[in-house]
C-alpha cells in the first residue's frame, strides 16, 4: 500500500475518519468524524481559537447561520462568479474536475485561466484517459456552481430556493454591523469564526481534501486600505508559525501566490500555504486580500450603511478587509498524513502532544488482578482530571502499547506488582518506546513539564 492507503486504512481502523453512509454503499466526498478523530479536530480548533482570537483584544468570535438569504449570494458574486469545470466518462459515468484530471494526467499542463475549448483540446490531444475505467470516452468540458441549491418551505409548492453557505465569510460580513454596535470593539480588529460550509466538490481519492462538507476556521480583519499590505505580511508570518506549532514538518510546506487569473473575484492578492501530499501539493491555508468588495457591494444590495465612523477622528469609511482561511477538516487529514510514521513492525502516529486526542493512557498490567485494577483505576480517576486520558485493559500489554502508537497518544502509563508495592508506576514514551519509573505523587508533576 501507498502512503494514502496506508493512512486512509488506518484513520478508519482506529476510528479517526469513516466513509459516510458506509452501511448504504458510501457517498462520495463525504466524510464522517469518528471519536478520536473528532478529539484531534476539536484540539485544532480550540489550539486555533486560543492563538487567533482569544489571545488577542481585537478579535471576537461569532458563530453564523449556515442557511443565508439567496440576496447574500447574489450580491457577493457566488451566484455568477463560484464555478469550475467538470467532465463525465460516458463509459462508467465517473464525474471528474476537468482541470484536476488534466494535472493528474500531465503534470507539466499549465491549466489556469484556459476556457472550455481549450481544456477539452488538451484532455483529446493527449488521450487522457478515465482514472476509474481506463477508457477514453469523454463528455465535454462545462461549468457548474460550486453552490449547494436547498429548498427551504413547509408546502412543497411554495418551498424557497436558497443554498448551503460555500464559504463561512459571508455571515461574518453581515453581522459587522451588530458586532459594531453590540461591543466597544473598533477598526483594525477581527471577526472570527469557525462552522461548516458545502461545496459541489467533485474530485477522487483525495481523502478529506475537498469532500462536499467540510469545516472551516477563518477570520475577516477589518482596516484601512493603506494598511492592507503590513496587515497581509503579518497574518502571514503568523500562519506559518501556526502550522509550525502544530508539529507539520517544515519541509512539507511551501508558499505559492495565485497568479492574476486564478484568484478569486473578490480578491486583489491571494497566497497559499500548500502541503506535500503523497498525490502532491495542494492547499492547506489560504490568506487573501478581499478590499472593501464584500461590504460595499451588501451595503448597496441591501441599502444599509456599513461604514465605519472613527470616534476619534469622525473619518467614515468602508473597511478593507484581509481574510487568513484555514480548512478544518483538510488541516485534521494532512495531520494524520505528516505524523504517520512506521518503525519495525510499529505504526505510530506522531501527534504533537498538545493536540494528540488523548495524552495519557493508563493500563492495569493484568486486567484479572483486583489489585492492579483498582490502583490503576485511581491513577486514571487523578489524571482524568486534568488531561484528557484512555483507560484501556484488552489483551495483553503489547498490542495496547500499540494501539496507543497508532492513535498517537503520547504517554502510557503501566500499573504493575510494583506499583503494590513502591508506589511508583511505568511511563512509557510513544516516539522512543522507552520506559522509565515514576513515583505515583509526581505523575502530574511529570506530565505538566512534558506538556509545556
Known amino acids: 500500500m501507498d502512503l494514502k492507503e496506508k493512512v486512509v486504512a488506518l484513520a478508519k481502523r482506529r476510528g479517526f475518519v469513516f466513509p459516510s453512509s458506509e452501511i448504504y454503499g458510501g457517498m462520495a466526498n463525504t466524510w464522517d468524524w469518528g471519536p478520536v478523530g473528532t478529539l484531534l479536530k476539536n484540539n485544532i480548533r480550540d489550539l486555533w481559537i486560543k492563538t487567533f482570537v482569544s489571545s488577542k483584544d481585537n478579535m471576537v468570535l461569532i458563530d453564523a447561520a449556515t442557511i443565508l438569504k439567496p440576496e447574500v449570494w447574489q450580491a457577493s458574486g457566488h451566484t455568477s462568479g463560484f464555478s469550475d469545470s467538470m467532465i463525465d466518462c460516458k463509459d462508467c459515468h465517473a464525474r471528474l474536475r476537468a482541470d484536476h484530471l488534466i494535472e493528474d494526467s500531465t503534470p ?22 478515465c482514472p476509474k475505467c481506463g477508457k477514453i470516452n469523454w463528455t465535454n468540458v462545462r461549468k457548474f456552481n460550486l453552490l449547494v441549491e436547498a429548498k427551504l418551505g413547509a408546502l412543497e409548492d411554495e418551498k424557497q430556493l436558497t443554498y448551503l453557505r460555500g464559504e463561512i465569510a459571508q455571515g461574518i460580513f453581515l453581522n459587522f454591523k451588530n458586532v459594531l454596535d453590540s461591543t466597544r470593539i473598533k477598526v483594525p480588529f477581527g471577526i472570527a469564526q469557525v462552522g461548516k460550509a458545502y461545496r459541489n466538490e467533485i474530485t477522487m481519492g483525495q481523502f478529506t481534501h475537498r469532500s462536499f462538507e467540510f469545516d472551516l476556521m477563518e ?108 480548512g478544518l477538516s483538510r488541516l485534521t487529514g494532512i495531520i494524520l498524513f505528516d505524523a504517520y510514521c512506521e518503525d519495525g513492525e510499529r505504526i505510530i502516529l506522531k501527534l504533537d502532544p498538545k493536540i494528540a486526542p488523548f495524552k495519557v493512557a493508563v493500563f492495569p498490567l493484568l486486567a484479572n488482578k483486583p489489585d492492579l485494577v483498582a490502583k490503576a ?76
Open 108 to 129: 507539466n499542463t499549465k491549466v489556469e485561466g484556459l476556457d472550455l475549448k481549450e481544456l477539452n483540446k488538451i484532455i483529446k490531444d493527449n488521450k487522457i484517459k
Open 219 to 326: 477570520f475577516e480583519y477589518f482596516i484601512k486600505e493603506e494598511n492592507w499590505e503590513e496587515v497581509f505580511k503579518c497574518f502571514k508570518d503568523e500562519m506559518w508559525k501556526f502550522a509550525l506549532s502544530l508539529g507539520l514538518k517544515e519541509e512539507n510546506l511551501r508558499w505559492r501566490e495565485h497568479e492574476e487569473f486564478e484568484r478569486s473575484h473578490y480578491s486583489k492578492k491571494t497566497m497559499d500555504v500548500e502541503y506535500k501530499y503523497p498525490f502532491g501539493f495542494k492547499e492547506m491555508f489560504g490568506i487573501a486580500y478581499r478590499t472593501d468588495f464584500d461590504l460595499t457591494n451588501h451595503a448597496k444590495n441591501s441599502g444599509k450603511d456599513l461604514s465605519f465612523l472613527d470616534p476619534q477622528t469622525n473619518e467614515k469609511y468602508i473597511p478593507h478587509v484581509v481574510e487568513p482561511t484555514f
Open 377 to 452: 483505576r485511581s491513577i486514571y480517576d487523578i489524571l482524568h482530571t486534568k488531561y484528557s486520558c484512555v483507560w484501556d485493559d484488552r489483551g495483553n500489554i503489547g498490542k495496547r502499547y500499540f494501539a496507543q502508537d497508532e492513535i498517537g497518544t503520547p504517554w502510557c502509563v503501566t500499573v504493575d506488582f510494583d506499583s503494590l508495592k513502591n508506589y511508583s508506576v511505568t511511563v512509557r514514551d510513544r516516539d522512543t518506546g522507552k520506559q522509565e519509573r515514576i513515583e505515583i505523587n509526581k505523575l502530574q508533576g511529570y506530565f505538566e513539564e512534558k506538556l509545556k
